[in-house]
């Protein structure tokens, strides 16, 4: 932009200042001395020794640490789709003409404002194995409870359900914004062609709703990867580890059993995997789009 | 609507303004009694019976006052380390003895000797004291023992026609199977599953049944596993039984479930820790025994831990608040038949021969018992193995995996975690 | 007549879905209406058989509920203006102010939306403590404001505005600063809102950090102090699900209040995404 006296370069300095002494103290600084960290080992209380790149070598050889990022994995492809699937429908019901629209928006969105220690605690009690509601339910039914958060094929599950209910209504909104910016004329010029509900969904909604579906799927992604709170809360990784996901591990590697430049180093190999993720979504899905 | 935001965001910050600056006056004043802060870990029943002692302690003097802060139990090790780091822990703290390897190495934690008086070690129990004492110098004062006992509910051992709590493996066996026929209630309740805790249980079990054998967890320096054998494998496989061809333990109960359950009589069997006793004795129409570990693998032992008090060193350590916090130890220790009414069993001769303690039910009985626990292995390690171990039994005993496979795995990863350290 | 029954149809299927929807919130509460041994039961009702405050009774007198939503509430409201004051105007200089590095400082900041929180934890706890400021609300704050969020927001708003409104205000003599506060700040007013709604539920429900910076109970966020629960009173669910009322109480009001602001405002990071 020009500007009289051009004084972009003492502006963009001086307006990028504030943040940036903030962004470097306690962001940059914490992350370079983190990785420092991450080449020793260190208890937090004795004296840090030196180990080079052996925390690194330990990791590729360590089966919790591929569990766990396994688990990770899970949770994000069990996650995932359903929230972007959901989160549109949703939309699709808080666009439409039903005079109850806006109590189903307000309704849908309302669990993500909720904190995750009680949307954990609240499902943990919900799906409580002896006197939760869902198996005094089935009790009455005349069926056995279920184990939903002490089996290993329900656990994962479990903890997913939970997460749907809490931020499939933040997808919601981004869709419903999405669908609210597709012109009336489409549609209306397609209802005079004869086409029903269904088809106009998928041959006008679905598509235009691409650059909205790769936002979601982009924010999803980084979020279900660094799924951490529901899990401790829910079932602390249980049972026999088999929820145990990667910022758990590190959680524990670092603040229980206090092998800080372990835990350090398994961070960073998070960040580089989010990171990569996160930047091959953009090139591939992003390209395409122009 | 912007105005409206801006108005409660001013709003808000100006109530937060005020009442920052009124909080720190609260602290002043240097007339009154020492200020004590101290970090505590017991919860659930425990908790209760903590609370009151500490309010007991605040009342029987007016030199002294003790502020207690009670952090959960998954979440305490981690505050604890931090701020020991950090160098802001409280006066006093809390700590397993199992866990004092991970401390006193770092120096973090205050030698005792000069502050404490030989009369008052002297009416300690030497074991426990002992399991306090590194490199020759004491570094905490244990405030309680407590194995892992046997509960048994009553009504379902009479219906059942049980007349004798059973000793041996069989018995044991014979009386869950005899429950389970005759009233369909379960034969035992050992929680094999991770919920709000993991399976400790079984882990502690686990541990009892290799000792009880003459076995042990770790070789003796402490270098490797030491359970790949016959004592493991019988361990192993006694508990996989119970749930598995017998039957008479559910399967995937955690432990939650498993007190609950034991609490309104869903089974006859219930193992946990002796701190336990008060919080099941509160609990109305349940009539239960409760007995030391039987002997079920040959010999009487059983796991054990012990709360311990400990002082952190300070940057700048005030002598007046070190006096003061041995002062509020001693008159915990001195006084611990109120802790036993949780179910502790004290560490001082003279409570332990006193009335009030011996007017409890079964704690005379515990006292007995605690000749026969097992010390934990001291290594930093073990913390790490404990947990670890009890994932790795959870996942034996709820798949029922073949035990020589299972105790090779856990073998391998306690190896592994032993090198790390 | 047909469209009628149909139309009838939808609309039970709706209140059916609001309902499920809505329900484990509704539990929440009834929940911690009940005695314990109501709770923890094989004889199952419903509805509580003599519905009681006891466990509310008990939050207020046995806890500092009350301190933690305070410190909640001064976090989250620092938080909120600190955001924006440190936001906006690196936000304004990214999206229109051509100086050199300003993609690769762009590109920075926004990796930094992707760091992990775990990987910053000791480093800061280290750091927080050679301050000397381990254990305080400020602990809890600041970290906060170091993430880029909010940037990332209001870029794409002001991006969207208009070269030429802002070169009319040059041409009138006015410096940067003040067309950034005078026309920028005004337009982007949407966006701002967003993004310090977003900042406040942040703050508020953030977990990991404050359980580690904060020690003393006193000091707790309600987030952190409802975690508590659990353990100080055992595994008591009627009780632990009065303590999730009471914490969620604040937010619900917030939200009902700004409803219509928080879910545009969200909304708005969607669009030309």
């Not at chain 1, 062609?193 to 790769?214: E, W």
């Not at chain 1, 929820?243 to 590697?253: C, S």
């Not at chain 3, 920028?184 to 508020?204: C, D, H, R, S, Y």
């Not at chain 3, 404050?210 to 975690?227: E, K, M, R």
Request: with cysteine.
């Amino acid at each position: 932009m020009a500007i009289p006296g051009n004084k972009d370069i003492r502006d963009g300095i001086l307006f990028s200042l504030p943040f940036m002494i903030v962004f470097a103290l306690f962001m940059i600084y914490p992350l370079i001395f983190g990785l420092y960290i991450s080449f020793f080992k260190w208890d937090i209380l004795g004296t840090p020794s030196f180990l080079g790149l052996q925390n690194y070598a330990d990791l590729l050889a360590d089966e919790k640490f591929w569990s766990s990022l396994w688990h990770t994995v899970q949770f994000v492809l069990m996650t995932t789709p359903v929230l972007l699937v959901l989160g549109f429908l949703m939309a699709l019901l808080v666009t439409s003409k039903s005079p109850l629209r806006g109590i189903m928006e307000t309704c849908f969105f309302v669990p993500y404002i909720f904190s995750m220690t009680v949307v954990a605690t609240l499902w943990a009690w919900i799906m409580q194995k002896d006197f939760g509601i869902i198996n005094q339910v089935l009790n009455i039914l005349g069926r056995d409870g279920v184990s939903w958060l002490t089996s290993e094929k329900n656990a994962m599950w479990s903890i997913s359900v939970a997460t749907y209910w809490w931020t499939a209504g933040f997808n919601m909104v981004l869709f419903t914004a999405g669908i609210k910016q597709i012109s009336k004329e489409i549609y209306e010029s397609a209802t005079v062609d004869g086409a029903g509900m269904l088809q106009q969904v998928i041959h006008i909604t679905i598509p235009l709703l691409k650059p909205t579906t790769i936002l979601c799927l982009i924010l999803q992604i980084i979020a279900s990867f660094n799924v951490f709170g529901q899990v401790y809360v829910m079932t602390g990784g249980g049972p026999a580890g088999s929820t145990r996901v990667l910022v758990q591990y590190i959680y524990e590697t670092g603040f229980n059993y206090f092998r800080m430049g372990y835990s350090a180093a398994m961070s960073y190999v998070l960040f580089v995997i989010i990171m990569a993720v996160s930047v091959l979504q953009y090139v591939f899905l992003g390209r395409r789009e122009d | 609507m912007r105005k409206r935001l801006i108005a409660i965001i001013a709003l808000v910050v100006a109530g937060a303004m005020l009442f920052a600056s009124a909080a720190p006056e609260k602290s002043a004043g240097k007339e009154g009694p020492i200020e004590l802060k101290f970090w505590s870990l017991f919860t659930g029943g425990d908790g209760e019976f903590f609370n009151a002692m500490i309010d007991e302690f605040n009342a029987s003097q007016d030199e002294i006052h003790m502020t207690n802060d009670m952090v959960r139990f998954d979440d305490y090790y981690t505050r604890l380390t931090t701020a020991l780091a950090a160098g802001t822990a409280p006066d006093v703290i809390v700590l397993h003895q199992a866990r004092l390897i991970n401390y006193v190495p770092s120096g973090v934690l205050l030698p005792l000797d000069d502050y404490v008086s030989e009369e008052m070690l002297s009416d300690f129990q030497t074991a426990p004291l002992e399991a306090c004492r590194m490199d020759g110098n004491l570094y905490a004062i244990p405030f309680d023992v407590h194995p892992i006992v046997m509960y048994s509910n009553k009504a379902l051992l009479d219906a059942a026609g049980v007349t004798e709590i059973p000793e041996t493996a069989e018995e044991f066996l014979a009386a869950a199977k005899a429950v389970k026929e005759a009233t369909g209630e379960w034969g035992s309740l050992i929680d094999n599953t991770t919920g709000t805790y993991k399976a400790y249980t079984l882990t502690r079990l686990f541990v009892s049944l290799v000792n009880q054998q003459g076995g042990s967890m770790l070789t003796e320096d402490l270098s490797a596993a030491a359970f790949n054998n016959e004592y493991g494998y019988n361990a192993l496989v006694g508990l996989q039984m119970l749930v598995n061809e017998a039957g008479v333990n559910p399967n995937e109960l955690d432990y939650d479930a498993a007190m609950n359950m034991f609490k309104l009589g869903e089974g006859a069997f219930y193992f946990n820790g002796v701190w336990a006793t008060g919080t099941l004795e509160q609990t109305d129409g349940l009539e239960f025994v409760a007995s030391p570990l039987p002997p079920f693998m040959g010999k009487s032992a059983a796991w054990t831990d012990s709360h311990t008090f400990a002082i952190p060193v300070q940057k700048n350590q005030d002598p007046v608040k070190v006096e003061a916090a041995i002062k509020f130890i001693d008159w915990m220790t001195e006084n611990a038949h109120l802790w036993a009414k949780a179910g502790n069993i004290p560490t001082r001769t003279s409570v332990l021969e006193g009335e009030e303690f011996n007017a409890l039910p079964y704690r005379a009985d515990y006292a007995a018992a605690v000749s026969s626990v097992i010390a934990n292995p001291p290594t930093a390690a073990w913390g790490e193995i404990y947990e670890t171990l009890s994932d790795l039994l959870e996942s034996a005993v709820t798949h029922n995996e073949d035990p020589q496979t299972a105790l090779d795995g856990m073998e391998a990863t306690v190896n592994e975690i032993i090198s790390h350290y | 007549m047909r469209n009628m029954k149909r139309e009838v149809i939808f609309r039970i299927l709706e209140v059916l879905i609001i309902a499920i929807w809505i329900f484990p919130l509704a539990w929440m509460v009834i929940t911690s209406l009940k005695f314990e041994n109501e709770v923890v039961t094989r004889s199952f009702t419903f509805l509580p058989q003599n519905p009681t405050l006891h466990n509310y009774q008990e939050a207020f007198g046995s806890t500092y509920i009350l301190q933690w939503l305070l410190n909640s509430l001064i976090i989250s409201a620092v938080t909120m203006a600190g955001t924006f004051v440190l936001d906006a105007p690196i936000a304004y200089a990214f999206a229109k102010i051509r100086f050199p590095g300003r993609n690769i400082l762009f590109w920075i900041v926004m990796a930094g939306m992707m760091v992990p929180f775990q990987v910053l934890i000791v480093p800061l706890y280290l750091q927080f403590n050679s301050y000397g400021i381990i254990n305080t609300l400020t602990a809890a704050i600041l970290p906060r404001l170091a993430m880029p969020i909010g940037i990332f927001i209001l870029r794409q708003f002001y991006e969207g505005i208009p070269d030429a409104l802002e070169e009319a205000a040059f041409i009138d003599g006015a410096g940067r600063l003040r067309t950034f506060v005078q026309i920028i700040m005004p337009l982007g007013k949407a966006a701002a809102t967003t993004v310090i709604i977003l900042a406040f539920i942040n703050a508020w429900n953030d977990f990991l950090w404050p359980l580690i910076a904060i020690s003393d109970s006193v000091n707790y966020t309600i987030t952190v102090g409802i975690a508590n629960f659990q353990g100080t009173h055992g595994t008591e669910y009627a009780m632990i699900m009065a303590g999730a009322v009471i914490a969620s109480l604040p937010e619900l009001v917030f939200f009902l209040i700004f409803r219509r602001k928080i879910i545009d405002g969200i909304a708005m990071t969607g669009i030309k995404g």
